[in-house]
């Protein structure tokens, strides 16, 4: 289905642009209709799936593809956990068709609303010291190349394109089908607290080592965290949410509604920042919850932000933290949104900001009404001298010389994805500054 060239825009709203032709491709066939329409008119072709990235990487003014008509569940195996989706899926879709299977998710964060494909291509994770990111659960993909033709690919099929392919950026290939590994369902018993800032960084490590998922979020300049823990359980596990009335007033009411209105209130009064900071920082923990893990796993995220994310090796996390915590209090920052700290596994992914190393994310947003350079890339330069990577989606200032340091594989994706799209159809002036010119260093 062809629709017309209308503008299009990141999350945040950061970034827009108006693409040339926008097809939305309902079969494999259709999909390679699209990449021969780009070729004939000699312009770029780019995927989008929930168009949550914070980052320009589906922007092009050539074609753009939605795969959202290219969804559901091809096959699932109870046996072996192995589970193929279209690309297009929707997270929020994956429970409910893996339910009568008896499988779930080995992994989610807490954003439901991206394309299954567009979470392995950017390295989408969410936290858990025993847990990889979506793309380390992948074991085969089947993609259509830039000449038009299919292609299988796993670690026993072209093992470097599928390495390169299943954090690929949407340079490899359009993805057609992912096949995750799986685990049988499980619940969640999620816990929130209210707990002192140094008890809470000075026992993270050990936490979030000894506790399934485990993270906290940190009002920038409050002495107080907000610590969040959830523990897997058998599938027949007793269910407890919180009443209809009290839960509507927690996620709804408190957590998008009366924000949005504190938010916007210091977007246009500075000084407001600090004391919203510290109200929320008392108030944002939310009741305690047992359910389906999907349905804890995320949370609806109506207020809207610029975000960056950076991967630091989890030894380095407390004094990495400690370096934000003095340039926040030098610099006098005033900021309405938490930073969120998770913890990831190490993986062999080629791209992921895990590779090789037990990892430690800190993510830092700003209200969308605000500029968000300043602050955003403040927190870039304190974390620098920690090796810290920044997440492929989320707003960042890097190039392709400082990212070739940070990632060891990179020029071994960037060879890959030459040799499969020599023509570089898939490739866009921000992927050109993220990989280097032609992608080919």
């Not at 070729?39 to 949550?52: F, I, P």
């Not at 074991?139 to 954090?167: I, K, M, N, Y």
Request: aromatic letters at 8%.
């Amino acid at each position: 289905m062809r629709m017309p060239p209308v503008p299009h825009r990141t999350w945040s709203g950061a970034h827009r642009w108006t693409p040339q032709q926008v097809l939305t491709p309902a079969s494999e066939e259709e999909v390679l209709d699209a990449i021969a329409l780009a070729r004939t008119l000699g312009t770029t072709l780019r995927v989008v799936g929930g168009g949550h990235s914070f980052t320009p990487l589906a922007a092009t003014d050539g074609v753009l593809v939605s795969l959202d008509r290219h969804r559901g569940l091809v096959g699932a195996d109870p046996t072996t956990g192995l589970v193929t989706l279209r690309g297009g899926t929707r997270l929020w879709e994956v429970a409910g068709l893996l339910a009568p299977h008896g499988l779930a998710l080995e992994i989610m964060g807490d954003i439901d609303r991206q394309s299954i494909a567009g979470a392995i291509q950017t390295g989408t994770h969410g936290t858990g010291a025993a847990f990889t990111g979506f793309s380390g659960t992948v074991r085969a993909l089947r993609l259509a190349l830039a000449d038009g033709s299919v292609v299988e690919t796993s670690p026993q099929r072209d093992p470097d394109l599928f390495h390169a392919a299943r954090l690929g950026l949407g340079a490899i290939g359009v993805v057609l089908e992912v096949t995750l590994q799986c685990v049988p369902r499980y619940r969640l018993a999620l816990t929130e607290a209210t707990r002192p800032l140094a008890e809470t960084v000075g026992g993270f490590i050990e936490q979030s080592a000894a506790v399934d998922h485990h993270e906290f979020f940190w009002f920038p300049r409050t002495d107080r965290a907000t610590v969040r823990s959830s523990v897997r359980l058998p599938a027949d596990a007793p269910v407890h949410r919180p009443g209809r009335a009290a839960d509507l007033l927690q996620r709804e009411v408190l957590g998008n509604g009366a924000w949005e209105l504190l938010c916007r209130a210091a977007s246009t009064a500075p000084a407001l920042s600090r004391p919203v900071g510290e109200i929320a920082s008392r108030v944002f923990a939310g009741s305690p919850m047992t359910d389906d893990s999907a349905a804890v796993y995320a949370a609806p995220r109506r207020v809207r932000f610029h975000e960056s994310e950076w991967a630091i090796p989890a030894e380095r996390f407390e004094e990495a933290f400690a370096a934000l915590r003095r340039r926040f209090e030098e610099e006098h920052v005033r900021v309405t949104f938490p930073l969120e700290i998770r913890r990831a596994a190490a993986d062999d992914v080629w791209l992921s900001t895990a590779h090789g190393r037990d990892t430690v994310y800190l993510a830092a947003h700003r209200y969308h009404r605000e500029d968000p350079g300043p602050y955003l890339l403040l927190v870039q330069r304190t974390l620098a001298p920690f090796a810290a990577r920044p997440h492929w989606g989320k707003m960042h200032w890097l190039g392709a010389r400082e990212l070739h340091a940070l990632h060891p594989r990179l020029a071994d994706f960037t060879a890959v994805r030459a040799a499969a799209d020599p023509q570089d159809l898939l490739l866009t002036p921000y992927l050109r500054h993220l990989l280097g010119a032609g992608s080919r260093l």
